[in-house]
């Protein structure tokens, strides 16, 4: 919260300084050339606000989520013959942690290979469980409601665990499976 006031006074000062562009100490008009290069400024103080808001963005990331508690889960898909998706539950260590409903563009960019990032989450080291419940509309156009189960050891390092739907032209249905990355 710190850093984000500090941005905005940032802001402000260059604002402020766009307002005293006009005139000098004395209430004197500038010269041409002294607006030239005060116009120069504020663009390079204006630079300077955009790379420090991408650096406390990055640093917010962070601190939110360290590296050596994060889990991050990933959907893809292969389908559309066999499985229409309307939305995904997650639950992690038999808790819900996110259910997510599908619009028509999202289930298309995910069809055309799009991969989503569903969750991220810091959890703790040790042996933990991960299961996603897929809704939707499966062959014959009934509704269809499928889970899959993963468990995982974390560690120090970051984990990404991949969900994915494949249809299987063999079974005449689709296959759901997770796996870590």
């Known amino acids: 919260m710190k850093i984000r006031a500090v941005f905005y006074f940032l802001i402000f000062l260059a604002y402020s300084e766009c307002g005293m562009a006009q005139t000098d100490i004395s209430g004197e008009p500038q010269s041409q050339n002294s607006q030239s290069e005060l116009a ?4 390079s103080l204006r630079q300077a606000m955009v790379n ?3 650096d406390l963005f990055i640093l917010e990331e962070d601190l939110l989520f360290p590296s050596s ?10 389908v559309g013959e066999y499985f229409a998706l309307d939305s995904v539950e997650l639950k992690l260590n038999g808790e819900v942690s996110t259910h997510y409903l599908y619009t028509e563009r999202q289930v298309d960019a995910l069809y055309r290979g799009g991969v989503q990032r569903l969750h991220v989450d810091n959890l703790g080291q040790g042996q933990h ?4 419940f897929f809704i939707g509309t499966g062959p014959e156009q009934r509704e269809y409601k499928r889970g899959v189960t993963i468990n995982f050891e974390k560690d120090d390092e970051p984990v990404a665990i991949e969900l994915s739907v494949v249809d299987s032209t063999s079974k005449q249905q689709p296959v759901f499976s997770a796996k870590t990355l």
Do not use: G, P
């Open 129 to 132: 469980e991960l299961t996603a």
């Open 40 to 43: 120069k400024e504020i663009e």
């Open 69 to 78: 508690t994060q889990v991050a889960i990933y959907l893809s898909m292969d």
């Open 52 to 54: 420090l808001n991408r």
